[in-house]
Nanobody, 124 residues
Framework: QEQFVESGGGLVQPGGSLRLSCTASGFTLDYYTIGWFRQAPGKEREGVSSISNSDGKIHYADSVKGRFTISIDNVKNTVYLQMNSLKPEDTAVYYC?????????????????WGKGTLVTVSP
């Protein structure tokens, strides 16, 4: 029963903003690292951002650095991804998942639990 539920996706124009939510169901986020991932049609899944609930360490992919902000609310058991200055290339299904390790190069390892995803479409 342990899983995530993502929400907040939708259609937005370039330059617009969206805030995605990832709520854990059946477990709490204590001591977890939570990552946001995305997959666009015809492209491989990529890690977007992560946050550690133990030490607060945050990582962003170079493609979103300066535009996206990840945060966590332990009262609501929810991780957020604030996405600003959205570009068409941000169009993808966005997922959240637990992460065992964020490597020095930014590669994520050990994604054990996933949500179903939420679709973000950036189009004029």
């Amino acid at each position: 029963q342990e899983q995530f539920v993502e929400s907040g996706g939708g259609l937005v124009q370039p330059g617009g903003s969206l805030r995605l939510s990832c709520t854990a169901s059946g477990f709490t986020l204590d001591y977890y690292t939570i990552g946001w991932f995305r997959q666009a049609p015809g492209k491989e899944r990529e890690g977007v951002s992560s946050i550690s609930n133990s030490d607060g360490k945050i990582h962003y992919a170079d493609s979103v650095k300066g535009r996206f902000t990840i945060s966590i609310d332990n009262v609501k058991n929810t991780v957020y991804l604030q996405m600003n200055s959205l570009k068409p290339e941000d169009t993808a299904v966005y997922y959240c998942a637990t992460v065992e390790l964020v490597g020095a190069t930014g590669i994520y390892y050990g994604m054990d639990f996933w949500g179903k995803g939420t679709l973000v479409t950036v189009s004029p």
